[in-house]
């Protein structure tokens, strides 16, 4: 079955650390994958795609991810934290004709 | 621009009522979809319309309808709630058709049902 995992279900970090949310995948073929954002009691907001090219690529709010194919993954990153982003981030990965997500990973940063 | 708008915002039923979820989306998107949020599993696809006239099962269609009423709006319908049923419902929308491919995914704000 084809699966997107996030191993961590929080991730806390400190405000200007860097941080990272973790995201693998098993889905056929090139899936293309995504990063959302979710702030309380909102939708999904998208932050960014991975489809082909570049292993790293930019998002919005200075969030990247770096697909690394040999290890089915696509990491979320970014170089310093702030309070804002604290939220819940979700990893999706395009397996046919919908989107399949990820449980989240709630990102907490304190100030 | 609204974008996706759902209605009601909020619901709560008793076991063995039926309701609808409406929603709608002003971007001239073809693919729209519904789906679940319960915590610790994630978003998981409940029914998809890849085009205007067609529907599709997604993971968890099991005690749900939909209709693709035209190309803005998709309802989804709970003939006979069940507390299993308790659960944020999103509706979201993307510009491909077909064959999902390259599209992000616009939500709505949410629907959160309760059933008793």
């Known amino acids: 079955a084809q699966s997107v995992a996030q191993p961590e279900d929080q991730v806390n970090v400190a405000e200007g650390n860097p941080l990272t949310v973790k995201c693998t995948y098993s889905?056929?073929?090139?899936?293309?994958l995504f990063w959302y954002v979710q702030y309380p009691n909102r939708g999904l907001q998208f932050l960014l795609k991975?489809?082909?090219?570049?292993?790293l690529v930019k998002g919005s709010y200075g969030f990247e991810a770096e697909f690394n194919k040999s290890q089915t993954s696509f990491h979320l990153k970014k170089p310093s934290a702030l309070v804002s982003d604290s939220a819940l981030y979700f990893c999706?990965?395009?397996?046919?004709?919908?989107?399949?997500f990820g449980k989240g990973t709630t990102l907490s940063v304190s100030s | 621009n609204a974008g996706v708008t759902q209605t009601p915002k909020f619901q709560v039923l008793k076991t063995g009522q039926s309701m609808t979820l409406q929603c709608a989306q002003d971007?001239?998107?073809?693919?729209m979809y519904w789906y679940r949020q319960d915590p610790g599993m994630g978003l998981r696809l409940i029914y998809y319309?890849?085009?205007?006239?067609?529907?599709d099962k997604g993971e968890v269609p099991n005690g749900y309808n939909v209709s693709r009423l035209n190309k803005r709006e998709f309802s989804l319908r709970l003939e006979s709630a069940a507390p299993s049923q308790t659960s944020v419902y999103f509706c979201?929308?993307?510009?491909?058709?077909?064959?999902?491919?390259?599209?992000?995914?616009?939500f709505g704000e949410g629907s959160r049902l309760t059933v008793l």
């Open positions: 991975y489809i082909t090219g570049d292993n």
């Open positions: 999706a990965a395009g397996g046919g004709t919908a989107l399949i």
């Open positions: 889905v056929s073929g090139n899936p293309y």
């Open positions: 971007m001239n998107h073809n693919s």
């Open positions: 979201a929308s993307s510009g491909t058709s077909g064959r999902f491919d390259t599209g992000e995914l616009f």
């Open positions: 319309s890849a085009s205007e006239g067609t529907t």
